[in-house]
């Protein structure tokens, strides 16, 4: 499993998205230029991410108490997000596989490949650093 609970889910995402913003942020001139607002409804574990790119500066929110309406909704588990980050999973292919199921419009979620696509080259460490210590 990618994750054991949503603590460390939320927790890697925090770091993940942190990096980008300081040392990639041209990664999320795409959803800011769509002016997007994307719901990650993640299964296994259980958790929720809001990526709000509606203006400056980028806003994520995690956990489900939301404080706004996403454009898209997405269900994905969190081995697929996890696979994705990794690079070993495209975007495409998730949502044609259903490993990544939009709701809303679904053209809309091409505008998170430029994030995920900057996001691969940070998430390799990112992950292994949140691995479990056993």
């Not at 939301?66 to 969190?78: A, E, F, I, Q, R």
Request: charged content about 25%.
């Amino acid at each position: 499993m990618a994750y054991q609970d949503e603590a460390q889910l939320y927790s890697c995402m925090q770091d993940l998205f942190g990096q980008v913003e300081s040392d990639l942020p041209q990664a999320t001139e795409s959803l800011i230029k769509a002016k997007l607002c994307i719901r990650f409804n993640v299964s296994d574990p259980e958790a929720m991410l809001l990526i709000n790119a509606k203006k400056r500066p980028l806003q994520i929110e995690y956990g489900r108490a939301n404080s706004y309406k996403p454009d898209l909704d997405v269900d994905l588990t969190g081995e697929a997000l996890h696979q994705i980050l990794l690079g070993h999973l495209s975007l495409t292919k998730a949502v044609g596989s259903k490993k990544v199921k939009p709701k809303g419009p679904i053209w809309k979620i091409m505008a998170l490949a430029d994030l995920f696509y900057h996001a691969q080259k940070i998430y390799p460490q990112i992950a292994d650093a949140c691995r479990p210590q056993s």
